[in-house]
Structures are given as structure tokens and as C-alpha cells.
């Protein structure tokens, strides 16, 4: 025991340091590790497994939904940023740029793309002639940087990992209904494999993606109850259309301007899962996304017949398609517990010379360290049907939380005591920008999303008629 | 009749203009298109469709041999590319660097990864410890940018999408032995997925990988003759360790370097595909790897009932795991054929009225042209059954011309000779880098692997003893 608690004292405390937390369980469980460049990150297996996991589930959603894979230069013309005026007031900023190639000063600098909007524009202009050729549904799966000055693995990092949607329209109904359509994959996703339950809706033109019309924003509430923006969802209409002359000759026989939208989620996913599920011990992963669903753990490993007992189990889990390891290593038991508890395994499974005697193994699960017993013969069924709890629980769980801390609040003092909580608060808000600003600079608070189908009164910060209920809360 | 000439007269004459054929071909086609950045390409959604085929294939077996997927920064300090001598000579006057970051100009420049060697070793070193932590087994699916004077799609691009394995070893032998395992799964996916028959072995000192101790190289011979280099495996021996510091505690309590590898295959594969298997009507896609492997073309398709009994066949055909699709697009029978034979799907399926009473299909190959029927009710099995032929002949094919064109040199003359005829050449090689140089200056060929457990009695050029029998051959 004394070796346990030394190794859960690796991990910061989770209620009294949040922060440290995070970075002990992200490098401590290998998920992840700075980059020599300042910012930069290096996604080592265990954390690029997961992200694998989560391509492949949103991969087969986009294709479901009529969308096709390209990829587009990562390196855009600097002078392509500035057609679109707030697109280069939003990213100029935090762009990196190429200024040499092949050992010669380039004539026209190059940026590193922080988001494809302008170069796959200039390139729908050149394919988009007719309106047979519309819809174009297009996602690319990319890295993309953007300068950032205060970093941290996966939630915000110099460079990083993400799919982007970009589709054009012959109306701005059709990109409106794709711009929602994505944004309910999205949230289908999250619920249904990451167990994130999210709040969907618009974003205020203060948080807008730069050259949107209007951007939908999905937020994820985290375990301190900051909210993290996982993904968005931004109806372009024309402006980037426009800006890149990407029209079509209508049945009517005159060229329009496409209506266009772009909806992107990112490695920063990886972030959410581990500050919506971890506890004390360290990362909790839902099954669904997690490398390893099921680790068997040799007892007595040295009496005979049982590394040998574990590596058969291991291989009949994996013939029935469970992603199940075997830890064989000469750490103790004890040891190994505790590892692949901070490792986030939904599943661990105990197997000791007694068990196999009597065709049993031994079942924790990770998210209430239940132990139950069951069959070898059934292990994979046994296996496969708590996994499955495991993944309701968490989502369960996650709902609850997200339930019970939302609370109302008609003055900023009501809305800073509610975040200071750890609360979203919901609160009534005129519309106007310098209330915006000011009850952040107030609370820490931003307007996370638009409430949909409520009423308020006042402003909890003017005492004006409200316009819209916003979702206030602090963000990642 | 008139519309189809005026189609396939869309693509230059394979035999007269094989260079404008390629270009034709894959514009056309739709596989690419050229980014605004010049030397940059966009990979549109059929080619991105064929590189998906491969990732899928390739990925499978780098797990199956012990790999996993990771990710390392884009960006990296260009101090760390001086590190290894040989390397900063190879890739230095290439490489595309940021001098500019969120607004400000940075203390040390950074290159975009030409490869990645360096960045992946410095964390291989940080990493590293004791011997149990080795062999450490990882793989990249990444960009790369090369500043390239000359390119061509595919073929040399700016940036291009590869994979990149690196490895580290406690002993030689096991890098020597990952090094040719490696290369031995390139040759093994190369001619069970792309049916492409490939040259394996060891390059010259001239042609290896900047850095290596040992590079060894495959190589597919193209519609011309001319031979293009698909893949490579470089045993690094302790250079980079050396370079990079990665050493571990070895069971017998000392510190050693540890021995590492690495090697890759980019989106130059696709580039090999269209030039092994391309014929004057445009491509010719192995099946495996195909984006459509099968296209319903119904005929008479205004008559009643043909358009749904050709989609519910093509949902048959999908259920069966077939990548099947249907053109049910208002163009002519004669212009889909066209259509789908540029695009080169292997099986194309005519479906009319009259078929459809029959309770028969029509199924056409790509390869050979060779129309069979076959009855609707196993049109799955039917269709399976023929994309299998297709693969098997097109290796078949591949396999026969690279046979027939291999041409055995005993002076330069003959070796000129050789390769103005299309062929690949066979002859002794001294050793000395003169040499080399001097071939190349004469005929425009390069040593493109040396030939093991042949013996040559005289160098081709000098006419001294040989030291190995060398593959000549003109290459992309």
C-alpha cells in the first residue's frame, strides 16, 4: 500500500489543483509531451491512439452525411489573408510565416495555415461552374498553427490536429442547414462516444469565428466548471464567396455567389475527455475512444499456467473485437493497479491461479470500482456488456453534473458568486458589446452560447430589456 | 462514336507524350489540382480516396508488426537540422523556414520538417532510459515540405502526405533486421495492393538518405521504362543517437547509443499506380486500392424501373463490401463509359431493360475490356470474383513487362542503349563515385539499387573489376 499511495501522489490533487493536475495526468500517463519549439506539442501513442479513435468515429459520421476527404497546402499566399476583411483582422495576429525557401528570400511570404477558408476558397472558385456542381461537401484532416502565447497540451498549443469541413451552396438555406446539420453530428458524437453531454447554440458576434456570418458553438463543462468550446459549426454565407469569387451559373442562367460554411473540432477533444472524466486517481476514459478497453493483470504471474491463462484471455477479447491488453511486466500487482487506473482503463481484469481453477476472472470497473466476478468461458460477452455500462455511467454522470450546476442570475454579482461556484450561469443580456465586456472583465465570464426558447427580463448587467438568456460561464 | 473520340482525345497519346499523358491524366481525372502556391498540389477527393486505401492498408500492417502511431511537431528549431553533418547537407538547401511568428520576428528560425529524424530523436533521447523501454517502435502520417525547383503532381510536390517510421534498437542487428523488415512490408503491400512488382536492395553512397549508414530502396518500372523510386528503409546506425544523445543504461550497467531506423512512402504512391498501370484511355486502378471498384451504368436508364433496379444493385453490391457506385447522371451511356474508363474503375456494370429481365448484368473489365454476363442474383460474388481477377492480371502484367525489360550492359554504350529502348540495365560497377557520375552524364541513368548475389566481371564505365552488379535505370 505504501507503494500505491506514493504513486497516486505523483498526481496533483484534482479539487485543490485543478491545473497542476492536468499537466501531471497528461504527461504522466504519456498522452502527451512538449515539443522543443515553445507551444508545440508531441502527441506520444497512448494520447494519438485516442485520436485515432475519435477520427474514425467522426470520419464514418461525415461520409454517412454525403462528405468527402481532400487535402489542401498547408502554405497559403500571405495576400490571401487579407480578402476578407475580419478573416485578417481575426488571424493576421497569430499566423507563423515562411520567408525563406530552397535557401532564397520568397517574393511573397507564406503563411502556415491557421484555418483553410481563403486557399480552399480559391480553390472552389476554380471548380464551382455550375450549379450541378453544388453541393460541394469537402472535409480535410490536417495540422494547423496558430501562435498562441500561453499554451497547454491539447487545449491550446501552437499546433495541432483537426478536421475542417468546408461545403458551398447554391442557397443560404442549404448551408444553413448544413452549418446546424454538422453541429448536431458534433453533438451526437459527443454524447454518444466521448460521454460529453454539450450545450449547443450561437455564439455572440463578440465570439464568432472572424469572416462568419453567425458560428454555433457546442460547450463541453469540464470538472473545476469551466466550460471548454469543443467544437463549432460557422454559416459563411457570402463573405467568403465573395472575397474569393466563388460563383456559379445558376438554372436560371446568371452566376451567384455560393453560400459557403466550415465546422471544425480538433486534438483540443482529447482535452475535454480528460477534464470531464478524471478523478483523483487520474484519466477515465470512455470506452468508445479509449486504446485500451480492457487490461488483464496476471496474480501470481509466477505460479504456472497463469501468464499463460492471461495472454489466451487477452486474445480471445480481441478476437471478439474488445481492444484488450495483458500486462505481463514483473511490477507488482499492487503497481499495476494503480498504473493502468491512471492510465483511464474502463475495465480491469484480475487473474490469479484461484480464478482460473474455478473458469472466473475477476472485473473493476473504472468509473465506480465495482468489482464483480464472471466466467471465463463468457468473458468476452461479460467484457463487452460492462463496457457498455462503463460508457452510460460516464455519459450519466456527466449529465447529472451538467444539470445540477446551472444556475440563474439577474445581476453580475449573482453571475460571478455562480461561476465562482463552479457554475454556467444562465443570465438575461441585452445584446450589446460593452455589457459583454464588461461583466468579463467583472466575472471571468464569457458568453459561451445563445439560450434558444427563453425569455429573460434584464440585463444582468445594464437592467435594459434583455435581448437574449446567454449561457455566461469561465472558459478554456 | 463521335463524342467518345472527342472524350479520350481529351488525354494526349500514352506512347507519343507519356509526360503530357500523366498530366492529362491526372487533371482530368480529377485526382489533383495545383495549389496557388507554386509546387504545391491539392488532393482532390478521388486521389485523397486512393491515398486513404493505402493509408488503411499500410497502417494495418505497421500495427501488425509492433508499430504505433504518434505525432510530432511540424515546426523545427533549425539548429537541430546542423546536429548530423550529412543530413544538414542533404536537406538544409531545401527546407522552408519561419522566420515571422504571431507578429514577431523569432530569436531562431524554425524549418518545416523535410523529415523528421531530428525532432523525433531529440525526444527519442528525453524518452529513453534503460533497455527495457527499447526497441521503441513508432510511426508518423504527416506532412512534409521539400522546396523543390522542378515539380509534378505526385511525383515531387513542395509539400507531400507520407508516413515515416523511426525506430531505436539496443543492437545493430536489430535495426539492420527492422530495417529490412520494413522494406520487406513496402514489397509485400506494393505487390499485393497496388499490383506494382517492385526492385528491392541497397542504394549507392551517392543515392542514400542524408544520414544514413544504409538506405535500401524499392523500385517500380513505369509505363516508360523509366523506374521510380517508391520507398526506402534507412538503417541509421548511432548517427543520430549520436547526434541526438539517445542512449539508455543497458543490462550490463553501462550507458550505449541506441542503433535507429527509419523509413517511408509518401503520396508518390499514387503517382506510381497511375504510371505502372495507365493506358491510353487514362487509368487503370487496382482494385484493392480503387476508390470506386465498381460502376453501375444503367442503359436505357429513362425506362421504367432501370434506375432503381441499378441503385438497389449498387446498395446489394455495398452491403457485400464492394465500393460500388452509380452513375445515374443525365449524360449518355457512351460518355459514362468514357467517363469511367479515364477514371479507371475496374469493373464497370451495364444494366438494361433487357438485362433486367433476364436477371442478368453486364460486367465489364478495365484491365483487358473483356465483357462477360452474370446473373443478378449473385452480383456480388460475380463482382468480387472479377476485381480479384483484375488485381491478380494487373500484377501479372506488371510483373511480365518488368521481366521483359531488363537488359544486361557491358559497356556505356550498351547501357545507353538499354535504356533509350525502356528497359531497366544490369552492369558491373567498380565502386567509385566517378564512375557513377560519369553514367549519369552519359545516359541519363542512375544506380538504382545494387543487385545482390550477382557477380559482373567489368565496370561499365572503366573497365576495371566490378565490385557489384548495379540496376541502372532513368528515374522520376
Not at 479539487?15 to 498522452?31: A, C, G, H, I, Q
Not at 450541378?132 to 499546433?159: C, G, H, M
Not at 471544425?264 to 477533444?269: E, F, P, Q, Y
Request: proline share 4%; glycine share 8%; net charge negative.
Amino acid at each position: 500500500m505504501a507503494k500505491e499511495n506514493q504513486f497516486v501522489n505523483q498526481i496533483a490533487d484534482i479539487e485543490t489543483d485543478f491545473p497542476r493536475w492536468y499537466t501531471d495526468v497528461v504527461t504522466r500517463t504519456k498522452l502527451v509531451d512538449y515539443g522543443p519549439v515553445k507551444g508545440t506539442m508531441v502527441i506520444r501513442p497512448y494520447g494519438y491512439a485516442i485520436w485515432e479513435n475519435i477520427q474514425k468515429e467522426l470520419d464514418a459520421r461525415f461520409k454517412a452525411t454525403g462528405h468527402e476527404n481532400a487535402y489542401f497546402p498547408l502554405l497559403i499566399p500571405y495576400s490571401f489573408m487579407t480578402r476578407e476583411a475580419e478573416h485578417v483582422e481575426g488571424f493576421a495576429p497569430e499566423v507563423a510565416v515562411v520567408t525563406v525557401g530552397g535557401g532564397e528570400t520568397l517574393a511573397e511570404p507564406l503563411v502556415i495555415r491557421p484555418t483553410s477558408e481563403t486557399v480552399i476558397g480559391e480553390m472552389y472558385s476554380k471548380w464551382l461552374q455550375s450549379y450541378r456542381d453544388l453541393p460541394i461537401l469537402i472535409n480535410q484532416w490536417a495540422n494547423v498553427v496558430r501562435w498562441e502565447k500561453t499554451t497547454r497540451p491539447f487545449l491550446r498549443t501552437s499546433e495541432f490536429l483537426w478536421q475542417e469541413g468546408h461545403t458551398a451552396h447554391a442557397t443560404e438555406e442549404e448551408a444553413m442547414e448544413e452549418t446546424m446539420k454538422m453541429l448536431g453530428v458534433y453533438k451526437e458524437f459527443a454524447e454518444t462516444c466521448l460521454a460529453i453531454p454539450v450545450f449547443t447554440g450561437r455564439k455572440t458576434e463578440k465570439e464568432k469565428f472572424a469572416g462568419a456570418v453567425a458560428t454555433f458553438g457546442m460547450e463541453a463543462m469540464m470538472h473545476d466548471g469551466k466550460s471548454l468550446q469543443a467544437g463549432t459549426s460557422h454559416y459563411l454565407g457570402q463573405n467568403f464567396s465573395k472575397a474569393f469569387d466563388i460563383r456559379f451559373l445558376d438554372k436560371d442562367g446568371t452566376h451567384k455567389y455560393a453560400y459557403t460554411t466550415s465546422w471544425g473540432v480538433s486534438t483540443r477533444l482529447i482535452g475535454a475527455l480528460i477534464m470531464a472524466h478524471g478523478d483523483s486517481r487520474g484519466l477515465v476514459l470512455p470506452p468508445v475512444v479509449a486504446p485500451v478497453q480492457a487490461i488483464v493483470i496476471p496474480i501470481a504471474a509466477k505460479k504456472e499456467g497463469v501468464l499463460e491463462a492471461a495472454a489466451t484471455l487477452k486474445a480471445k477479447l480481441r478476437a471478439a473485437g474488445v481492444r484488450a491488453d495483458c500486462d505481463a511486466s514483473d511490477n507488482s500487482p499492487g503497481w499495476k493497479f494503480n498504473e493502468w487506473e491512471m492510465k483511464g482503463v474502463p475495465v480491469r481484469i484480475e487473474l490469479g491461479p484461484r480464478d482460473i481453477e474455478a473458469g472466473k476472472m475477476v472485473l473493476v470497473r473504472r468509473d465506480t470500482h465495482e468489482k464483480t466476478e464472471a466466467s471465463l468461458e463468457n468473458a468476452a460477452e461479460a467484457v463487452q456488456a460492462l463496457l457498455a455500462e462503463v460508457q452510460q455511467n460516464l455519459l450519466r454522470r456527466a449529465k447529472k453534473r451538467k444539470e445540477e450546476r446551472i444556475v440563474t442570475a439577474e445581476s453580475a454579482e449573482e453571475l460571478l458568486r455562480g461561476v465562482e461556484g463552479g457554475n454556467f450561469v444562465k443570465a438575461g443580456w441585452c445584446g450589446c458589446r460593452e455589457c459583454e465586456d464588461k461583466i468579463k472583465e467583472q466575472t471571468a465570464a464569457s458568453a459561451r452560447v445563445i439560450v434558444e426558447g427563453e425569455t429573460a427580463g434584464k440585463c444582468c448587467c445594464c437592467g435594459r430589456e434583455a435581448k437574449h438568456v446567454v449561457l455566461f460561464a469561465r472558459a478554456y
